[in-house]
């Protein structure tokens, strides 16, 4: 699984992000995608037999290895780091980054730190006071390939969290979605 942080983080780590209407994308299959407003994982499970997640990495790292896009969103204090990727029937379909201040893993938040294999979004979209605001995209591809990415800030009992997915070539979004 460390190939996926070699290969995909710095894609994310060089994205042009851009506001959606810049891009023309709402109203498209890409868009109804990259603009989900609810758990991501949640749509994920409705296209496929088996959704998995794959935790690669967790650590706490320092408040200095934000960016300032970043310390903008959610502050500037240390934080968890937690690299998964989200399957789909086995196939990988994102690459997600989330960056959690430790001043979010406070109160009944504190389980964020445990969650291992669980899909974040099960945890965020669960709690009423759940939701996603801060909403970025960048097609970070070739001309060729595109690959998407978006990034959102999420808030769980206005605490906040700044999630970026990386959408892989497998993923649905790319084709007919279909129902399983």
């Not at 650590?59 to 998964?84: P, Q, W, Y």
């Not at 001043?103 to 979004?121: A, I, V, Y």
Request: glycine letters at 8%.
């Amino acid at each position: 699984m460390s190939e996926f942080k070699q290969l995909y983080k710095p894609l994310l780590d060089g994205a042009n992000w851009q506001q959606p209407d810049q891009l023309g994308i709402e109203g498209t299959e890409i868009g109804h995608w990259l603009l989900e407003q609810d758990s991501l994982s949640r749509r994920f499970q409705r296209h496929c037999e088996a959704f998995t997640v794959s935790l690669i990495e967790q650590v706490k790292i320092s408040h200095a290895a934000l960016t300032n896009d970043e310390r903008a969103l959610i502050g500037d204090e240390d934080c968890l780091l937690r690299k998964v990727v989200l399957q789909g029937d086995g196939q990988p379909w994102v690459f997600a980054r989330t960056l959690i201040p430790i001043s979010t893993l406070t109160g009944q938040e504190r389980d964020l730190e445990q969650l291992g294999e669980m899909p974040l979004g099960f945890r965020v979209f669960t709690d009423r006071s759940g939701r996603r605001d801060a909403l970025v995209v960048a097609d970070v591809g070739t001309d060729t390939q595109p690959l998407w990415a978006r990034r959102s800030r999420l808030w769980i009992n206005e605490k906040p969290l700044l999630v970026a997915e990386l959408f892989l070539a497998q993923a649905p979004i790319y084709g007919k979605e279909k129902q399983c």
